[in-house]
């Protein structure tokens, strides 16, 4: 089965920079397609960037130009790289995973069609 887990989250001041990670430590990483998504106090969540096994990338439009999205299928690793951090971008952050795509990643991220997810971590950003 699929066995997620985020770590780097932090807290930090608007301008900075944090680097999240995600494992994988069951199904063939390879496989799956994966999604970054966070919810913000008293927000609904939301998905802000996802990559299909073919490498294709979608962004949410709040994000794209700060925040980069990338993967190390030899380590079972999803990465997500946020730069110019933003008090918004305040939330807890989670790794998302389905098996197969079918289309491009932002049809499931707009239809919340993950199958797994992790236990999140936080990051605060502080102006």
């Known amino acids: 089965d699929v066995e997620l887990a985020e770590s780097g989250g932090g807290s930090v001041q608007a301008g900075g920079t944090l680097r999240l990670s995600c494992v994988d430590s069951?199904?063939?990483?390879?496989?799956?397609?994966m999604a970054w998504f966070r919810q913000a106090p008293g927000k609904e969540r939301e998905g802000i960037a996802a990559?299909?096994?073919?490498?294709?990338?979608d962004y949410k439009d709040s994000v794209k130009g700060r925040f980069t999205i990338s993967q190390d299928v030899a380590k079972n690793t999803l990465y997500l790289q946020m730069n110019s951090l933003i008090p918004e971008d305040t939330g807890m952050y989670y790794c998302?995973?389905?098996?197969?795509?079918?289309?491009?990643?932002?049809?499931?991220?707009?239809?919340?069609?993950?199958?797994?997810w992790g236990q999140g971590t936080q990051v605060t950003v502080s102006s």
């Open positions: 990559i299909d096994s073919d490498g294709t990338i």
């Open positions: 998302a995973a389905r098996v197969g795509c079918t289309f491009r990643p932002s049809y499931y991220v707009l239809r919340d069609q993950y199958n797994y």
């Open positions: 069951g199904y063939t990483f390879s496989s799956l397609c």
